[in-house]
Every structure is written in structure tokens, then in C-alpha cells.
């Protein structure tokens, strides 16, 4: 498969007055296009500051990120905003939706920000959201819906600009165990369909297990990369 994602010799340290904390420590990482990657570890071991780092949201102290070819560390906030609009989809412990706007407001957003017109948005996010399930939620506001719900409309808001990466940072942290499987199921199953490639962050064994790349990290280092996994998500 083609390299999608290479990371090298990547560190980030942290000062806290006369204080350094190192977060990462000499990181070496390659993803590749259509891999679903989980990177698991405790709290505290740096796996949501390598997100963050791979996503371009913090930059590294030192070495390389490169997302299909382009050097992230490199750029300039803007440049990496617009890179990360055209190529990149989140999904937050959290949710993240505006509580002021419904499911279909909330799942257009990006689209508005990629001047794409309202008719061909409104249709897209309408298709997405039927996708996830929620095709009778389209008016409803966060508010108004489950945990999983707003989740769902996360996910299609993550996904609706086609992205070929998507991120998630511990999807799954504020649901109950039955919600979680079914969250962790309909995202492995579109980015499968949609060939795209993920990158999902968690503490989780469980949750891991639906990826086929485990990526374990503990006081800012990889341990090990466990690719063990069948395309199903399970383990062999």
C-alpha cells in the first residue's frame, strides 16, 4: 500500500517554568493509505500529543511530519489550516457540535468553509446523516439527542469533505459499552467503504481491537506496532 503518513525522529518537549517535560521522545512512525491505525496508551503517555502532531494542531520541537508528501512541520498556521480542510476529518471525545444548530447545520459546516453551495451542501450533509443513521434527527439540535446520537452527527460532519484521513481522539470515552461498539462499528465500516485512511486514539483494548495497525505508546515512546490484525478489525 501506498505511505500516507511518515513521521521521523519526531519529539516535543514541553517547559513548565524551569521544568522540561518531555511529551515525545524520538518518534519513528510510517501509516499507510487505507490503514486503520489505533495509538493506545494511558493517560499521560502521549498519545493524544502525537495526535496533535500528526493533525498539525501543536508543532513538534523537532523532526519530520509528512502527510502525503508534504512536510506539516514546515507550514505556517494558514497553510497547515488549509491542508488540514482539504485532507483531514476529526472526531472528538466531546462531540464539538454548536448547540445552537441542528444535526443538518452542524454537518454542513465544513462545507461552508470550502465554499461549496448550500443546495449540493445541504444534499450531501442530508446523505451522510441518513448514512449514520439519523435521517430522522436532521432538525434536531445536540440537546435534543443521545450521547451516540451526537456522536453520529459528529462522524458525518468528520467525514462529510471526504477526507483521506480521519482522526479520532478517544470517540468513544463519554459512551456506554453497547453505544461504543456501535459507534466503533459505523466508523470502521465508512472508512473502509470510502478507502480513507484512520487514525483513532484511545485507551482502550477493546476499542483498539477494530483497527488491524495498534501502535503502543508509554512516556512519549512507541513500545511496539502490533499488526496482527485481520481486514475484519478482529484479531487473528
Not at 32 to 51: Q, R
Not at 143 to 151: F, I, K, N, R, V
Not at 172 to 201: S, W, Y
Amino acid at each position: 500500500m501506498e505511505e500516507i503518513i511518515r513521521v521521523n525522529n519526531l519529539r516535543k518537549v514541553y517547559r513548565m517554568g524551569e521544568e522540561k517535560v518531555i511529551a515525545l521522545d524520538n518518534i519513528n512512525l510510517t501509516i499507510k493509505k487505507g490503514e486503520l491505525c489505533s495509538i493506545l496508551g494511558t493517560s499521560g503517555s502521549g498519545k493524544s500529543t502525537l495526535l496533535n502532531m500528526l493533525a498539525g494542531l501543536e508543532k513538534p520541537s523537532k523532526g519530520e511530519i509528512i502527510i502525503k508528501g508534504k512536510h506539516l512541520e514546515k507550514m505556517n498556521e494558514n497553510q497547515v489550516t488549509k491542508f488540514r480542510q482539504r485532507n483531514i476529518g476529526f472526531v472528538f471525545q466531546s462531540y464539538n457540535l454548536l448547540p445552537n444548530l441542528n444535526a443538518l447545520e452542524n454537518v454542513t459546516l465544513p462545507l461552508i468553509f470550502a465554499g461549496i453551495p448550500r443546495a449540493k451542501r445541504e444534499k450531501k450533509a442530508r446523505e451522510i446523516l441518513n448514512a449514520v443513521g439519523l435521517g430522522n434527527r436532521l432538525f434536531h439540535k445536540p440537546s435534543q439527542m443521545s450521547g451516540g446520537q451526537q456522536q453520529r452527527v459528529s462522524i458525518a460532519r468528520a467525514l462529510v469533505s471526504d477526507p483521506e484521513i480521519l482522526f479520532a481522539d478517544e470517540p468513544t470515552g463519554n459512551l456506554d459499552t453497547k453505544t461504543t461498539l456501535e459507534i466503533m462499528e459505523l466508523i470502521t465500516n465508512m472508512v473502509k467503504e470510502n478507502a480513507q485512511t484512520l487514525i483513532l486514539v484511545t485507551h482502550d483494548v477493546e476499542t483498539a481491537s477494530f483497527v488491524n495497525k495498534v501502535i503502543y505508546v508509554q512516556d512519549g515512546k512507541i513500545l511496539k506496532i502490533n499488526e496482527k490484525f485481520s481486514e475484519e478489525g478482529k484479531k487473528e
